[in-house]
């Protein structure tokens, strides 16, 4: 393993999901779903902040993507991206984003084992992640019951 391969790799995720939900705070329209996005914007850009800084710390230059966001949601989830228009939509994707970002954790804390330092970082964001995750993945269920007994 690279570390410093798998670094920028996780800086890419981070600023990815920092996007993504920066991208959806104009379309909400619930108080208590905006605070909870800051607070998710918050801790992603935490994330974000320590790549980079890291890299940085190393000497490296911190990389860059270009292009739409649905070119990124494709290289990160595989897949087409949804309609946002609806809260079901955002959470659904939420949910892929943390899952997909869940699983990279994981893998990159059983190759960065030698390195204390920063697996106990990797650990602090996956658990991060898991937050959001469940999050995401309750008010979901909480949407789609809404939108079922109307």
Request: glycine share 4%; net charge negative.
């Amino acid at each position: 393993m690279n570390p410093i391969l798998r670094l920028k790799e996780f800086y890419l995720l981070e600023m990815f999901q920092l996007t993504v939900y920066e991208s959806q705070m104009a379309s909400l329209q619930n108080e208590y779903i905006e605070h909870a996005y800051q607070r998710i914007i918050e801790l992603e850009r935490h994330h974000v902040d320590y790549y980079k800084e890291t890299l940085q710390q190393h000497g490296e230059e911190v990389p860059f993507f270009s292009g739409s966001l649905t070119a990124l949601a494709g290289r990160f989830l595989g897949g087409p991206m949804l309609d946002l228009t609806t809260a079901e939509n955002r959470y659904k994707l939420g949910v892929a984003v943390e899952t997909k970002a869940i699983e990279m954790y994981r893998a990159f804390v059983m190759e960065a084992w030698e390195y204390p330092d920063i697996c106990k970082r990797l650990w602090h964001n996956m658990i991060d992640e898991e937050f959001h995750l469940l999050w995401f993945k309750d008010n979901l269920k909480h949407a789609t019951s809404l939108v079922q007994s109307i």
